[in-house]
């Protein structure tokens, strides 16, 4: 593959949701991936860290037991079915015995005294996202990369703007995320029932788009010249909408879905 000549003004972008408290492999890949590639052609690497998701299966900790190989699943624990189904990753809390049940269950997947233990266990954070990003961080996955998060307020003032939207708007007390489809908000309670909202004005802050349109808005803020996809990526992304992008897939892993714990 042919890379541009080495330029400062590179701005190599790989994209993903808080995706387990230990990041999944595949995430891991992309990470590589981009060093590589900055390796190449120099400039900086930007983590578009999709904070605004509130599906919760997104965090799902993939995990093997180390005795019995058995494949074992976790997840944060939220102190409301609310704040569990519908708000955004960013404003997802954790109830206050999580931490501490997932952390007696650690030596099941590695030994009691592996670093990552003491990791886990040395995080304070309130909410999913900060949690996961915060684990990332010390793991030492994110040194040197800009993150970009789609929750943050400046980043929704700067982006493009867009006609159909998912909003954060308050119900029952909590931060949800909402989508607007045919003149009203609206969630998704599953088996095509749905609940809907009193109508109300929202502010460009409060707005992020779904899967179709999230290219295109991360883009008109971080205005990356290469973009490290992942496998889903490349089956939905129109790449030919994006001429000034070239676009690099993510170096291949075993196990993309389990968590990385090879520290």
């Given at each position: ?33 981009a ?20 599906d919760y299966r997104?965090t ?8 019995s190989?058995?494949?074992v ?6 102190p ?20 501490e ?10 030994e ?6 003491n ?30 998060r ?19 708007v ?33 502010e ?16 008109s803020?971080i ?33 993309p ?7």
């Amino acid at each position: 593959m042919c890379y541009h000549i080495f330029m400062e003004n590179q701005v190599i972008c790989f994209g993903q949701q808080p995706c387990g408290f230990f990041p999944k492999r595949f995430l891991y890949a992309k990470i590589r991936s981009a060093r590589k590639l900055q390796s190449s052609i120099g400039g900086k690497i930007i983590f578009f860290y999709h904070d605004s998701d509130a599906d919760y299966r997104e965090t799902i900790t993939v995990l093997r037991d180390i005795r019995s190989n058995a494949e074992v699943r976790l997840n944060f624990l939220q102190p409301n079915r609310i704040q569990k189904k519908f708000s955004p990753l960013y404003a997802k809390k954790m109830a206050p015995v999580w931490q501490e049940e997932t952390l007696r269950q650690l030596p099941r997947f590695m030994e009691a005294d592996a670093p990552l233990v003491n990791i886990f266990a040395s995080v304070k954070q309130e909410t999913v996202a900060d949690f996961c990003l915060q684990m990332y961080h010390r793991m030492g996955l994110l040194e040197g990369i800009e993150i970009v998060r789609s929750g943050d307020r400046d980043v929704r003032e700067r982006a493009a703007d867009i006609d159909q939207f998912y909003a954060d708007v308050e119900y029952k007390g909590e931060i949800v995320r909402a989508l607007w489809q045919d003149g009203k908000f609206i969630l998704h309670e599953g088996g095509g029932r749905i609940i809907t909202l009193p109508d109300r004005p929202v502010e460009k802050y409060q707005k992020s788009p779904g899967r179709d349109l999230r290219f295109f808005w991360m883009q008109s803020v971080i205005a990356c010249t290469h973009y490290v996809m992942g496998s889903s990526e490349k089956e939905y992304l129109d790449q030919a909408a994006f001429l000034e992008i070239t676009f690099i897939e993510r170096d291949p892993i075993p196990e993309p879905n389990y968590a990385w714990i090879d520290m």
